[in-house]
C-alpha cells in the first residue's frame, strides 16, 4: 500500500480509515450519549424529589423534637409552705408564689410588663399544682432555691418558632396579643427557653387539647410488639412454605395455581387484609380490639407473600450445579437444600424479610379497621405479655390519628412522628445491607 | 487385558422427557476395575443414560426410566432402593466443576460426614487427605485446605470435584464430561487421573473427545440417536468397527 492510497477520497470509497468515524458509529455514538443524558436527567429529578421530601419534612418535623419551656428559679420559705397548706385553694397559693417570683426575676432584670393569673394560666397552664407536688414530695427543699422547668403552651411554642404570628394571633382564651408582650419579656431574661424534648420521644398520647405534652413512645412500643409478632410468624412460615414450593413441590396444575395466587396476594390493597382480621381475628376468634397481636398477625397475612416470593426467588437463584453436586455425593434433598441451597439464598431472603417488615412498619389502612387507629395510647403496656394483648396504637396509626386532630400543634407533632418512623426504616434498611454483606460470602 | 467381573448391567432400558423417547432399548455390561468411555454426536443421550445409573435423572421432573440397570445384580430401580445410599455409592463428577462454595477441606469432607465414615477429627482429616491425593491435587491444596475451593483453577477445581467423589468410598464413578471445561494440560492431568482411579474403581467416562476415549478407555459405547450402536474393546471400536454409522463418526462424517 502506497501513501497514495490513504487519501480520504480513497478511504471512503472501500477502504475506511479506523482514525475517521463513518456515518453508523457517528449515530450510535450519539443515540448512546444521547440515552446517558435521559439516565442522568432521571437520576437527577429522582434525586430532587428526595432533597425536596427531605427538606420538607425536616423542616416541619424538627420543631416538634424542642419544647418551650418557662424555666424559674425561687426559694420558697417554710412560713410560705405552711401558709399555703393550711388555705383552702392550695394550687391556687402556690401558684401566686410562683407569680411573685416571676414578677421578682422580671423587675431585677429592669424590664416592665403587665400580666395577670389568667395570662400565666394561658402560659403554662396551672404551675401551681407540680409545684405543691414537688415540695409535698421533697419536704428537705423547702427553703432552698428550686429551679422549675415548665411547659409551655403549645400556642406559645407555636408563636416561638413561627407557626403563629402577631398578624395571624386571633384572641381567644387559649392566647391573647398582650401575652406575647410577656412572652417577649420573659423571652429576654432567659425564663422561657427552648429544650429538647424527651417526652416526644418517650412519653404517651396526650388529650386532643394538649399537643405539647404528645409522645410516640406508647406506639413506638406498641409498633415494636406488631413486629415481633410479624418476624416470628412471616419468617418460619414464608420460609417453609417457599422451600417446599420451590424445592420439594412437584410442578403440577395445583402448585402452579397456589403460585399465581400467591403472587395476588402480594397485589392485595392492604385494607382488604384489614377487614379480613377484623372479621377473622376479633369477631370470630375474639382477640381484643386495638391490640398489637391483631395487628402482628394482620400485617402478618400481608407480609408473607412478600417474604414468599423474594425467598423463591433468591432459592431459584442458587445454581442447579450446586444441587447436583449435593445429590451426588448422596446428599438427601433436604441435605442438599438446609446444607447448600439455603445459606446460599440467605442473603435474599434476609433481604426481603426486613423489606416486608419495614413495608409492613408503615402500614396504616389495615390498623384502621382493627381499632388502632384513634386510639388514644395513653399508657405503656405494663407486662410484656400485656404487649401484645393490651390496647395500643403503632407509630403510623399513630401519626395519622395526629394529622387528622384540630389543634395545630399536632400538626407538627404528626410530622416529628414521620421523622421517627423514617429513622427505624433507615436503621432496618441498614440492617438489611449489613446483614447481606455478612452472609454474602460468595467465594 | 484381563476379563473383569461385571459391575454395572443394563437390559433394554428406555428413557422418556414427555414424549420425548431419548434412549432406546440399551443394553450393556460395564466392566468392574475398567474405565469405559460412552461417545457419539451430542444430544444422543449419553448423559441421560450416564445419570441413569446413579438415579440423578429422578430429579427431573418430566423424565421416566423403564427397563432395567443392575449394580453388582442388585436391581437399582427397585422401590426398596433409596436413591441417596446409592449415590454414595456411585459418585458422579459433572461437566462443569461445581465445588461447593466453601473450603477445599470441607468440600472432601462434606460426603464423609454426611455418610458417618469418620469416627473423629483425626479420621476425617486422613480421610481427606487420601481423597485429595486420589483426586491428584494433595501437593496443590495441602498448604491452603481451609482457601475457598471456588477459588481454584478450572482444572483443580475439576480435581477436587474428584476428591470429592472419591472421598465417599464409592464403588463406580460416573464422569459426564469432566474435561470439556478444562485446557489441554488441565486435561491430561484428569485423564491421567482417571488411568490411576480404574485400580479401585469401575469408572464411566462420557467424552466427545474421541481421542481422549481411545486414550483413557479400555471399553468404548458408541450411542447415536439414543441407540447403543456398537460397544466393544476400545481398540476394536477406533480400528476395525463394525457398524457403518460408527465409523462415520470415528471418521469425522457425522457428529
Ligand atoms: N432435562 C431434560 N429435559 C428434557 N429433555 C432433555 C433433558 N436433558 C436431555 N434431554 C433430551 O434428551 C436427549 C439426550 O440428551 P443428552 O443425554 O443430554 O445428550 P448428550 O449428553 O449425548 O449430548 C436430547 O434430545 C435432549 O434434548
Ligand atoms: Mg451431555
Not at chain 1, 167 to 180: G, H, K, Q, Y
Not at chain 1, 376 to 393: H, I, M
Request: hydrophobic share 45%; with cysteine; proline share 5%.
Amino acid at each position: 500500500m502506497t501513501d497514495t492510497s490513504m487519501t480520504p477520497a480513497d478511504a471512503s470509497k472501500k477502504k475506511s480509515s479506523l482514525l475517521a468515524q463513518d456515518a453508523r458509529t457517528r449515530k450510535r455514538n450519539a443515540a448512546e450519549t444521547r440515552f446517558r443524558m435521559y439516565g442522568m436527567a432521571a437520576i437527577a429529578v429522582g434525586l430532587l424529589f428526595l432533597v425536596f421530601l427531605f427538606a420538607s419534612i425536616l423542616r416541619s418535623g424538627l420543631p416538634a423534637f424542642t419544647q418551650t419551656v418557662v424555666n424559674i428559679e425561687f426559694v420558697l420559705t417554710k412560713e410560705q409552705f405552711d401558709k399555703a397548706e393550711s388555705k383552702m385553694l392550695k394550687t391556687g397559693e402556690y401558684q401566686k408564689i410562683f407569680i411573685s417570683a416571676l414578677t421578682e426575676q422580671l423587675e431585677a432584670s429592669g424590664l416592665d410588663v403587665d400580666f395577670d393569673n389568667k395570662a400565666i394560666q394561658r402560659l403554662v397552664g396551672k404551675p401551681g399544682g407540680t409545684i405543691r407536688s414537688f415540695f409535698l414530695e421533697n419536704p428537705d427543699r423547702i427553703g432552698t432555691p428550686v429551679s422549675f422547668e415548665l411547659a409551655a403552651s403549645s400556642r406559645v411554642d407555636g408563636y416561638l418558632n413561627g407557626r403563629i404570628t402577631r398578624d395571624t394571633l386571633v384572641d381567644s382564651r387559649f392566647l391573647m396579643a398582650t401575652d406575647l408582650d410577656l412572652v417577649d419579656a420573659l423571652k429576654e431574661v432567659d425564663v422561657i427557653q427552648s429544650a429538647f424534648n424527651w417526652n416526644f420521644i418517650t412519653g404517651t398520647d396526650s388529650g386532643v387539647d394538649n399537643p405539647g405534652g404528645a409522645g410516640l413512645g406508647a406506639s413506638v412500643i406498641g409498633s415494636f410488639f406488631m413486629m415481633l409478632v410479624v418476624l416470628f410468624l412471616s419468617l418460619p412460615i414464608g420460609v417453609a412454605a417457599s422451600i417446599y414450593l420451590e424445592e420439594f413441590a412437584p410442578k403440577n396444575r395445583w402448585t402452579d395455581l397456589i403460585e399465581v395466587n400467591i403472587s395476588n396476594l402480594a397485589a392485595v390493597p392492604s385494607i382488604v387484609f384489614g377487614i379480613l382480621g377484623l372479621a377473622v381475628f376479633i369477631q370470630f376468634a375474639g382477640l381484643p380490639q386495638s391490640a398489637p397481636l391483631v395487628g402482628g398477625l394482620v400485617l402478618t397475612l400481608m407480609t408473607l407473600p412478600t417474604i414468599i416470593i423474594s425467598t423463591r426467588a433468591s432459592l431459584a437463584a442458587v445454581p442447579p450445579s450446586i444441587r447436583d453436586a449435593a445429590l451426588g455425593v448422596g446428599a438427601s434433598k433436604m441435605q442438599s437444600v438446609f446444607h447448600h441451597v439455603l445459606p446460599l439464598a440467605m442473603p435474599g431472603i434476609l433481604t426481603g424479610t426486613i423489606i416486608g417488615l419495614a413495608q409492613a412498619l408503615g402500614e396504616t389502612a389495615p390498623l384502621l379497621l382493627i381499632g388502632m387507629v384513634g386510639y388514644v395510647a395513653r399508657e405503656y403496656p405494663e407486662t410484656f405479655a400485656g404487649g401484645f394483648t393490651d390496647a395500643n396504637s403503632a407509630m403510623p396509626a399513630q401519626i395519622y390519628t395526629w394529622a387528622s386532630r384540630a389543634d395545630p400543634g399536632f400538626y407538627e407533632k404528626a410530622w416529628g412522628g414521620i421523622i421517627i418512623l423514617l429513622l427505624f426504616l433507615i436503621t432496618m434498611n441498614a440492617i438489611a445491607v449489613v446483614l447481606r454483606r455478612r452472609f454474602e460470602r460468595r467465594w | 487385558m484381563d476379563t473383569n467381573d461385571v459391575k454395572i448391567s443394563t437390559k433394554d432400558v428406555q428413557v422418556y422427557y414427555g414424549d420425548n423417547h431419548a434412549i432406546k432399548d440399551v443394553s450393556v455390561e460395564i466392566e468392574d476395575k475398567t474405565v469405559t468411555a460412552f461417545i457419539g454426536p451430542s444430544g444422543c443421550g449419553k448423559s441421560t443414560f450416564l445419570r441413569c445409573i446413579n438415579r440423578m435423572n429422578d430429579t427431573i421432573d418430566v423424565c421416566r426410566v423403564k427397563g432395567d440397570i443392575r449394580i453388582d445384580s442388585e436391581d437399582i430401580y427397585d422401590p426398596k432402593v433409596d436413591p441417596v445410599q446409592l449415590r454414595a455409592k456411585v459418585g458422579m463428577v459433572f461437566q462443569k466443576p461445581n465445588p461447593f462454595p466453601k473450603s477445599i477441606y470441607d468440600n472432601v469432607a462434606y460426603g464423609p460426614r454426611i455418610h458417618g465414615l469418620a469416627k473423629n477429627k483425626a479420621d476425617l482429616d486422613d480421610i481427606v487427605e487420601n481423597a485429595l491425593r486420589r483426586g491428584a491435587i494433595w501437593d496443590e491444596v495441602k498448604d491452603r485446605l481451609q482457601a475457598p475451593g471456588t477459588g481454584l483453577s478450572g482444572g483443580q477445581q475439576q480435581r477436587l470435584c474428584i476428591a470429592r467423589a472419591v472421598a465417599t468410598e464409592p464403588e463406580v464413578l460416573l464422569m459426564d464430561e469432566p474435561c470439556s471445561a478444562l485446557d489441554p494440560i488441565a486435561t491430561a492431568q484428569v485423564e491421567e487421573l482417571i488411568d490411576e482411579l480404574r485400580k479401585n474403581y469401575s469408572v464411566v467416562i462420557v467424552t466427545h473427545s474421541m481421542q481422549q476415549a481411545a486414550r483413557v478407555s479400555q471399553k468404548t459405547a458408541f450411542f447415536h440417536l439414543g441407540n447403543l450402536v456398537e460397544y466393544g474393546e476400545t481398540s476394536t471400536i477406533f480400528t476395525n468397527p463394525v457398524d457403518p454409522r460408527t465409523e462415520s463418526y470415528i471418521t469425522g462424517r457425522i457428529g
